[in-house]
């Protein structure tokens, strides 16, 4: 026999039996997204990798070490598969000048590819489902996408296990003097410095509040708070959407060490969190990127959007509620040549009646088929 291929590390085979809760996961949340005004967008799962260079950043784990990056042999073109897909939405946008037409509230779903250590809840091939709202200045879209959130968690079954946690990263002077505090801070404590971070102090000071390093926390605990940064319009921003989470009845807590892992971010950020799922506990995060559209070369607009890990949230639907009912209602049974005739009209006249028919196929004794059709998860057979 020959030796068996196996799939590529990281990247799952997604099973008939597992595929109906995903079903019912996306139906849920495309019908709700639709209902918030968001339209679908469909981009390449590979884009120039300058994209991903140029909007999640340089100095992030994304761009530094997980992107699944090569150079096209047939054109010699540097290609990238989509790590995230907020660059590739706003890319898209702004090709077809999308917001000449106005604001544009827009969602997608599909697989998204990391180069990261494959564990539960964390794959080299995951699945989002995001939103993007382009146009928009906030801080309302903001808080209508968290009441988005929130409203899915509740029809999913999984409102009880998740918070929310908020920060805000302010603006990019306000970041750039709290950058500058940030530095001092660590530079006057160098020698406490682990690996990663001595080289973050240069590259990327910020990320060092993200070491998950327990050595690390207290020097972590005692830096420079962004949040005593703030400029007014950037407080101001921050208080107005805490009022609407508050009317709209959503709790939050704000956590100051938020910084998130993709550097085109300002003022609003956010993580829905879940202790069920160990490390990997992050279901969905996401924030404002106002100078996001005018980075990757279109007219200035401001932004706002959040994605979901698919895995994830399964994973914690599995966790919390039963597993859907079978769609099957009628399992058809037939022996003999003349029956056999008649199953296939059968079948068909029930389907044309709305009702969900699996009709057997492949031969077999009555016993046999009765046990399919109990394995089915049929209501009934038809004998
Ligand atoms: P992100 O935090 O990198 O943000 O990813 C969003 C979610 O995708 C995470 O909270 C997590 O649930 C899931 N996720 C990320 N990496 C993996 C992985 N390796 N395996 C399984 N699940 C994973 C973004 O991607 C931004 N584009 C979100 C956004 C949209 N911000 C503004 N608009």
């Known amino acids: 026999m020959a030796e068996a291929l196996r799939a590529v590390r990281g990247m799952n085979d997604i099973l008939p039996d597992e595929a109906r809760l995903w079903q019912r996961f996306e139906d849920t949340t495309r019908t709700l997204l639709e209902r918030y ?45 989509r790590p995230e897909c907020t660059a ?27 180069h990261e250590r494959p564990q539960k809840g964390r794959y080299r091939q995951f699945h989002q489902i995001g939103a993007e709202a382009l146009g928009y200045p906030g801080p309302d879209v903001d808080a209508e996408q968290l009441l988005f959130c929130a409203r899915l968690w509740r029809d999913l ?9 908020i920060n805000s990263l302010g603006a990019a002077d306000e970041r750039a003097a709290h950058r500058a505090a940030l530095i001092e801070h660590f530079a006057a404590h160098r020698d406490a410095l682990d690996a990663d971070s001595t080289r973050r102090l240069v590259t990327n000071p910020l990320r060092i509040l993200d070491s998950k390093n327990p050595a690390m926390q207290g020097l972590i605990e005692a830096a420079p708070r962004l949040l005593d940064h703030l400029g007014d319009a950037s407080r101001a921003h921050f208080e107005a959407l805490q009022s609407m989470l508050r009317e709209g009845g959503l709790a939050f807590t ?11 971010y300002n003022l609003t950020v956010y993580e829905w969190v879940t202790d069920r799922l160990g490390a990997q506990g992050t ?31 399964l994973a914690l639907m599995a966790e919390m509620a039963p597993a859907p009912a079978a769609q099957t209602d009628v399992y058809v049974v037939h022996q003999g040549e003349q029956a056999s005739r008649l199953a296939l009209p059968v079948a068909e006249q029930l389907r044309d009646a709305g009702i969900a028919a699996v009709m057997h196929a492949g031969g077999g004794g009555f016993k046999a088929q009765m046990r399919r059709a109990d394995a089915s998860g049929a209501m009934f057979a038809v004998i």
């Open 157 to 165: 079954g999984i409102a009880g296990a998740v918070r929310l946690e």
């Open 283 to 313: 279901i969905c995060g996401g924030g404002r990127y106002d100078g996001l559209v005018e980075q990757i070369g279109g007219k200035p607009a401001p932004a706002a959007g959040f994605a979901m890990g698919v895995e994830r949230v």
């Open 254 to 264: 704000i956590n100051p060490r938020l910084v998130r892992g993709l550097d085109y």
């Open 88 to 114: 590739s939405t706003v890319r898209a946008v702004i090709e077809h000048n999308l917001l000449y037409n106005g604001p544009q509230r827009l969602w997608y779903v599909g697989p998204m590819f990391r």
């Open 37 to 81: 005004g968001y339209r679908n967008i469909r981009t390449p799962l590979l884009e120039h990798t300058a994209l991903f260079r140029r909007s999640i950043g340089e100095a992030t784990d994304i761009v530094e070490k997980e992107m699944y990056s090569f150079q096209d042999e047939l054109n010699g073109e540097h290609l990238t598969l």
